[in-house]
């Protein structure tokens, strides 16, 4: 009998504890990633910044690059930096924006990357995709997932909490997520790829059913852990489709639609998603789901992130023309502006204010 296998892409190392910052050389040395240390490390003016003072010591051979911000500009700087300089690897050291400039930067010039994120907003630490600003506003850019994520929760601990908070939205929306596609499935034979859906789903339940709280280190890890599981998810199934939904949409409507108003990504997904499980009728979920992003003091509501119901009601309306071809509750229900009213009349009376 022959063995039927695939190949998964993910990374080499996945090193998730407190000082793990403090071993980042050492590391890649074991793991054969540099053993030179000729490494390119892009880092940010802020959280990446200030560690540098700390790593720098490690890391002689190293040689850092400081980014501007979370452009497409800002990327392609970057990769042009560091294509003569003959690295091992390049190193994203920062928050969101950096890592995804690194990722599209590392694609660009061939180099594998490391990331080494400083806050845990969202899933794309991990994931094959970098979001970056350009001139026609925000665009993706399919990259290589990252060959090692590095999350040291010392440093974790000493971000916003605000920034863990939203991590906690966008690992719970995989749940609201995944719901989206088996509806798919249902409806228009899309097909599903198990493996995905599985790593997507346990990712989000795990953070779910957690008892702790931010101020854990044992909750920080599971945390941790779901994000970079939901962007191998998204490796394995080839596109976002495991951690984006109804959820998404409704996050890039709010995006779209009111650019300098938007809350965090993940405040926005864990929103949606509470509010996509409302409408396909899994009314007790979306309560629960509520209940956990309340106790973790994530918004539930439009008015707690500073929207009316109205722009609200506009938002849900306009979230499917975020994602053409993508099929979820949304545009199964395709609901008009006075049914979308009604509704959240509804969701606000079950999920109590």
Known sequence: MPVLTRLIPSPVVVDIRPGALDDLASVLA??????????????????????????????????????????????????????????????????????????????????????????????????????????????????????????????????????????????????????????????????????????????????????????????????????????IAMSVSGDSRPSSGACHEINHAFDLLYPRRAAAHGEQCGLGAAFAMYLRGAHEESAYLAAVLRRHGLPVLPQEIGFTEEEFVRVVEYAPRTRPGRYTILEHLDLNTHQIKDIYADYVKAIGS
């Open 30 to 231: 074991d793991e054969r990633i540099s053993h030179s240390g000729k490494l390119a490390i892009a880092v940010s003016g802020g959280s990446g910044a200030r560690l540098r003072e700390r790593v720098a010591p490690s890391l002689p051979g190293a040689t850092w690059f400081e980014v501007g911000g979370g452009t497409l500009d800002d990327a392609v700087r970057l990769a042009g930096d560091i294509k003569a300089g003959h690295f091992d690897a390049l190193v994203g050291l920062g928050g969101g924006r950096i890592i995804d400039c690194a990722k599209f930067a590392a694609a660009r010039v061939g180099l594998p990357l490391v990331a080494v994120p400083t806050n845990l907003a969202h899933d794309g630490l991990c994931s094959p995709v970098a979001t970056l600003d350009n001139d026609a506003g925000r665009g993706s850019y399919g990259v290589p997932n990252p060959i090692a994520v590095v999350i040291d929760l010392d440093v974790i601990r000493e971000a916003p909490a605000r920034f863990v908070r939203a991590g906690i939205g966008d690992a719970v929306s995989n749940i609201s997520a995944i719901r989206d596609w088996e509806l798919a499935h249902r409806v228009k034979g899309e097909k599903i790829d198990g493996l995905a859906a599985a790593m997507a789903r346990q990712a989000g339940e795990a953070v779910l059913r957690h008892p702790g709280g931010i101020g854990d280190n044992d909750f920080l890890q599971v945390l941790a852990e779901a994000l970079v599981l939901s962007g």
